[in-house]
Every structure is written in C-alpha cells, then in structure tokens.
C-alpha cells in the first residue's frame, strides 16, 4: 500500500534550523516529481519546494534562500532543510507529488516561536 511518512519537525526559535524527511513506500519513486506543502491554521495547503525526476527544483518565494529540497531515489526519501526560519514558517508539513498526488500522510508539525 502506497504511504507517506514524514518527521523531522520540532520547536525551534526565530532564526533556527530544522531538516525534514519523507519515506515514500508501495510507489515507484524516481520517475515521478515530489513536493513538500505546509499548511498553517486556517490557511490552504499551499506547495514550498518541488525537485522533478531529473533534479530540476522550484521554490515558493517565501522559502527561496531560505529552503533546500533533496531527494535519495535508492532511499525513496525526500528531505527538506529549513535554516533561518521565521514565525510565519509554523505549520504542518506534508510531503507528495505534485505529478500523481498520493494519500496523504500526517505530515510533521514545525512550530517557530520564541
């Protein structure tokens, strides 16, 4: 059964750093185009970073400098390395493609705050 399965969020002050991780099971990983998403209160889930089966990457602007997305194709993982995060980075982070949206996961919560 295809699954998701993200961790690696924490609390952390303003300015801090935290790497997220993503394991991808029951679906074949490499061909296809992977995203993390986040979702604070109240507020649609919106994509941060992409990176495509070849490599190619694209940010929302809000993370560009700030947000590297990398992905393992023999670990089937994706990962995402925040540094310098700020209040309005808190939310719940999720992982999926963007290409052949799976179930969802249950994402891992990144709270930003002094």
């Known amino acids: 059964q295809a699954q998701l399965v993200e961790s690696g969020g924490g609390l952390v002050q303003p300015g801090g750093s935290l790497r997220l991780s993503c394991i991808v099971s029951?679906?074949?990983?490499?061909?296809?185009?992977w995203g993390w998403y986040r979702q604070a209160p109240g507020k649609q889930r919106e994509l941060v970073a992409s990176?495509?089966?070849?490599?190619?990457?694209n940010y929302v602007d809000s993370v560009k400098g700030r947000f590297t997305i990398s992905k393992n194709n023999d670990k089937k993982t994706v990962l995402l390395q925040l540094d310098s995060l700020k209040p309005e980075d808190t939310a719940v982070y999720y992982c999926?493609?963007?290409?052949?949206?799976?179930?969802w996961g249950r994402g891992t919560q990144v709270t930003v705050s002094s």
């Open positions: 999926n493609s963007p290409s052949s949206t799976m179930n």
């Open positions: 029951g679906r074949i990983f490499s061909i296809y185009t």
């Open positions: 990176i495509n089966s070849v490599g190619g990457i």
